[in-house]
């Protein structure tokens, strides 16, 4: 009868260990929560940007307005027969 309450006591010892201490414990769970909240904003964050380049994409493959707007924009393209006019603010 002892040595069931020996064997008994070495067990609980055993789980209690694994509870508090090592992989699977309590800390390391909490720890595990914390990763997938700060993993789960990142993938928001991504998937947003990715509905916009998407959408950016297919405004440039459809409309012709947008690649003219970015041509003009960004490269400081004109069309024929314009004349470009610019200010600077020193007077």
Do not use: C, P
């Not at 070495?10 to 993993?39: C, F, M, N, P």
């Not at 405004?59 to 006019?85: N, P, S, Y």
């Amino acid at each position: 009868m002892k040595w069931l309450w020996v064997i008994s006591l070495a067990l609980l010892a055993a789980l209690q260990y694994r509870l508090w201490v090592g992989e699977g414990s309590l800390a390391h769970v909490t720890q595990l929560k914390q990763d997938i909240a700060s993993q789960q904003s990142e993938n928001e964050k991504l998937l947003e940007r990715n509905r916009v380049l998407t959408a950016e994409v297919i405004e440039l493959k459809q409309g012709l307005e947008t690649i003219e707007e970015r041509a003009r924009h960004e490269l400081g393209m004109v069309k024929e027969g314009e004349t470009l006019f610019q200010l600077s603010g020193n007077d």
